[in-house]
């Protein structure tokens, strides 16, 4: 769980990924979208944690 706490990002930057695959080989309906969405989700989770870290200090400890 440490890693969770360290970079919340990690499962949604999985699960883009993982649905990535999915979508290149079955062509799901609306994979697209779905994917674009993963993506903006996991930079919003990355840009949040990483401003959070910094208000609060622990981004370079």
Do not use: D
């Amino acid at each position: 769980m440490e890693s969770f706490y360290q970079f919340p990002a990690t499962i949604p930057f999985l699960f883009c990924v993982i649905f990535l695959g999915i979508h290149l080989v079955f062509k799901v309906n609306n994979g697209h979208r779905w994917i674009v969405g993963s993506f903006g989700l996991t930079a919003l989770l990355i840009v949040v944690n990483y401003s959070f870290k910094l208000y609060t200090g622990a981004a370079f400890h």
